[in-house]
């Protein structure tokens, strides 16, 4: 099986000389479901953003299904960009526009930019937007106003809107950071159901480990930009999170506690 993401020796160095990432290498295989965990500042952020190039790397080849994206440009970019799509934690969707509307931007990518602006989307996507809609469960909420949704019901429109793309990767940058307990598992339950079925690969920052231990097939551990482990959930051993974290699991329970409050 091809892989469908490939980091060759990739590095960030911001204009202050803080180093984003440091010579990171790793392989993506269609369908795997990757957490991406690290403390704060340990360059999760800047991976994710560095795949569709709304982070710019300093060293090394980013590759989407053998496209070297870190250096593509114009056309070549924006169809490269097609295939990856992105789940934020503030959600990113027009307020004023209705749910059905922004979901239909995630076909922005395959039409024209006077097309875009005066909104011709072609029938068979409008009926796609809809179903997919209907699979989160939020086929009732076609015309409702964005700004009129709770917090898990925009993320799910985030969500629908990354699929109308038909991407081979998708991002998710700390998708549950916002939500409540009981809305973080029903996100977290639809981006793996949805990304499972279409045998499509996910990376996903996220701060809580349970949820990493839970849903990954594999997760990625990163620290000061390095990645410090690889492997299945089951090798990710407590000697493994504090090597990751640079800190002990009694102190890393008490700043979870903390955050629960």
Known sequence: MN???????????????????????????PGEFIAVIGPSGAGKSTLLRSINRLQD??????????EDISRAKGSALRSIRRKIGMVFQNYNLVYRLSVLQNVLHGRLGYMSSLQGMLGRYREEDKVKAVELLQEIDMGDFLNSRAADLSGGQKQRVGIARAFMQEPQILLCDEPIASLDPASAKVIMDMIYAMTSRRHIACLVNLHQIDAAKSYATR?????????????????????AIEDIYGTSM???????EREAI
Do not use: C, M
Not at 57 to 66: A, C, K
């Open 219 to 239: 997760i990625i551990g990163l620290r000061k930009g390095t990645v410090v482990f690889d492997g299945p959930p089951s090798e990710l051993t407590d000697a």
């Open 57 to 66: 790397v300093t060293e090394g080849r980013i590759l989407v299904e053998g």
């Open 250 to 256: 009694e102190e890393l329970s008490i700043t979870a």
């Open 3 to 29: 892989d469908v993401l490939q980091f060759e020796h990739v590095s960030k160095i911001y204009k202050n000389g803080t180093a984003g990432l440091k010579d990171v290498s790793f392989s993506v295989k």
